[in-house]
């Protein structure tokens, strides 16, 4: 036994019955991998790599219960390598040393390759990672990363760049079914049990394309049912209770659905909207959080092209604030339809993206002494003030006054589109401009006279 207690010499140690299906059931070569047919297909990067003894340091990424242990122990297995396991969890920066020093003199005494293998290695911070490097770079050890998350964002670039990456997919149904049913049938590592096509299938669905979880729940109805009676869709309801969608608050998933809801909703689809605000709500996202998202929807990207919007989005969070769930979900299901149907419009959003750009690249200007404010007699002396044309006196309220700074004179930030009420706006800037214009040649023609 090594320092974290495998067989240094296997890929696998004794797995007894004991142990959970998941264990037992596990691949014993290749061949028996389900899925990931686009990695391990004949032809495909890493079966050639594989076959050809040639894999070099490696991260596997991709949802739960995808395969990346199994893949990262066949590949120890295949290439007759020595297979290293710990967890970024559980160890720190002193285990993560001596386990390299190890596997660095182990491969010096015997010549066998050292596969280390990093469960959940974006859990690792940068020093940790940072301690892998030489013993990557020298060949010392063949480093097996596996991750949920986007390794651009988790793995430091330095050992990004020495590692290639290989994304998993979440199973297919019919690989999940031909995996159940061979757990099902196996009379040496599954559960020898029956099972009809419903209870396959309700399974292949609870499990959303994880294999762990699909075997746990097998596993588990198998040790609920008596073993003479076949195992029923029924009792897999029985057993399961609740779905477990896949879902991590703080992770990849969690944005790309909050990206998918902001963009179906700004595409104008209530359907898909509807689907992807259920989607967070079921997996457990705090649903005060998706009614922020909501209002932040509404300034965005339906603006003033309907000025409820923002009435709306901000009724639907107060309304579940007050009521909680299940019925304050449907308030913000009523606030993704709106939103999902409203004119849209990013003009607001675009100008004042602008007006922070154009005030970075002017600095300071000086604001025109006639919108100054003139408290003292000394500011009345220096002219603040003097010019400034009082809007109301004036017909329609509009004035000659110029308002920008002189740098800056006739910008224009924001230009509203001609759906909703922003049409309306569209028509007062209009109105506004040309009648501004006429004012403005009206006071130049003053000046010139006197």
């Known amino acids: 036994m090594d320092l974290f207690g495998d067989h240094p010499d296997q890929a696998d140690p004794e797995i007894g019955r004991d142990a959970p299906l998941g264990e037992r059931i596990r691949p014993q070569n290749l061949d028996e991998v389900v899925g990931q047919k686009h990695l391990l297909a004949p032809g495909q990067p890493l079966r050639v790599a594989i076959d050809a003894d040639r894999v070099g340091s490696i991260v596997f990424w991709g949802p739960p219960g995808t395969g990346k242990t199994t893949l990262a122990r066949l590949i120890a297995r295949s290439t007759k390598g020595r297979f290293v396991p710990f967890s970024a969890v559980t160890s720190g920066i002193k285990e993560v040393k001596e386990v390299l020093s190890n596997s660095a003199k182990h491969r010096t005494l015997t010549g ?105 729940l097998l596993e588990a109805a198998a040790n609920h049912v008596d073993a003479e009676h076949p195992i029923s869709a029924e009792d897999i309801a029985t057993v399961h209770q609740q779905g477990h969608l896949l879902y991590d608050k703080a992770g990849e998933e969690h944005f790309n659905l909050i990206s998918a809801l902001h963009k179906t909703m700004r595409g104008g689809d209530p359907d898909a909207a509807l689907y992807y605000l259920a989607r967070m709500l079921a997996a457990g996202e705090d649903p005060l959080w998706v009614a922020r998202r909501l209002i932040r929807h509404a300034i965005e990207d339906v603006g003033l092209a309907d000025t409820n919007a923002l009435t709306v989005a ?16 449907l308030a913000l299901a009523a606030a993704v339809v709106y939103l999902a149907t409203a004119p849209k419009s990013n003009a607001t959003y675009t100008a004042w993206k602008a007006a922070v750009v154009r005030v970075r690249e002017t600095g300071s200007l000086p604001v025109p002494l006639g919108l100054r404010n003139a408290p003292t007699g000394l500011m009345k002396g220096l002219g603040y003030g003097a010019d400034y044309e009082y809007a109301h006196d004036a017909t329609d309220a509009i004035t000659a006054q110029e308002y920008f700074p002189d740098k800056l004179h006739g910008t224009r930030l924001y230009h509203p589109t001609d759906r909703g009420a922003e049409r309306e706006i569209s028509e007062y800037l209009k109105h506004y401009r040309e009648l501004r214009s006429r004012r403005m040649a009206e006071s130049r023609e003053k000046s010139n006279e006197h």
């Open 112 to 216: 066998q390759r050292t596969y280390v293998f990093i469960d959940e290695i974006h859990r690792f911070n940068k020093a940790q990672q940072d301690a892998f490097l030489p013993f990557v770079e020298s060949g010392e050890i063949r480093l097996i990363g596996a991750t949920t998350e986007n390794p651009s964002f988790e793995i430091n670039g330095a050992l990004l760049s020495r590692v290639r990456v290989y994304t998993l997919n979440r199973l297919e149904s019919d690989e999940l079914r031909q995996l159940i049913q061979r757990a099902a049938t196996d009379t040496e590592r599954g559960v020898a049990r029956d099972l009809d096509d419903n209870a396959v299938s309700a399974v292949v669905a609870a499990a959303d394309g994880d294999a762990r979880r699909a075997l746990t």
């Open 314 to 329: 901000r009724n639907a969070r107060e309304t579940y604030h007050l009521l909680g769930s299940p019925e304050g979900e």
